[in-house]
């Protein structure tokens, strides 16, 4: 059997011109999956923070939990304890520590899962809350959204919670 030149002088250049395209898409896809510069991270301590009075933190007279947030029931409720994370239903508002309201939701009962739809330092700020309650929350940066933020919430930013606890679901 004869093989063709004008076969094999067509085959052998093709051959590394298939490869550089299959491999090109793969290193450009490379470069657009490179790590994002990380956020600069420099966390906050409420402790050494002004609080704009609308806000109504005065944290002398609240408690720190073992992690770091600080609470105060503004109403102690009557019903069942959150004792655990669990799914509860909830009012609240967010507040920067300059008094600038970054989220809200009064009008109606927000479900949210503290176990994973929260931030750390809400759910640890919540526990011991009685259905009924309304408590004050400061979350440091670290148990808040971290350094990078997000939305209207910068980077390294204390969080004030004021949550209504409505409903504990089982």
Not at 109 to 137: C, F, H, K, Q
Not at 139 to 163: D, F
Request: with cysteine; proline share 6%; glycine share 8%.
């Amino acid at each position: 059997m004869k093989i063709s030149t004008n076969c094999l002088t067509t085959l052998v250049p093709a051959a590394p011109m298939r490869l550089i395209l299959y491999l090109l898409p793969c290193v450009l896809l490379t470069a657009c999956l490179t790590e994002p510069k990380a956020c600069q991270d420099n966390p906050t301590d409420p402790a050494t923070e002004t609080f704009d009075p609308s806000l109504g933190v005065n944290l002398a007279n609240m408690s720190r939990t073992n992690i770091g947030d600080y609470e105060q029931d503004l109403v102690v409720g009557t019903g069942a304890t959150l004792s655990t994370l669990s799914v509860v239903e909830i009012h609240y508002s967010a507040w920067l520590v300059n008094g600038t309201l970054v989220d809200q939701i009064q009008d109606q009962n927000y479900p949210v899962d503290l176990r994973t739809g929260s931030t750390i330092g809400l759910a640890d700020g919540m526990l011991g809350m009685s259905v009924g309650g309304e408590r004050l929350i400061v979350s440091p940066s670290e148990l808040a959204l971290g350094a990078c933020g997000r939305g209207a919430i910068p980077g390294n930013s204390t969080i004030v919670y004021k949550v209504d606890l409505l409903a504990i679901d089982n």
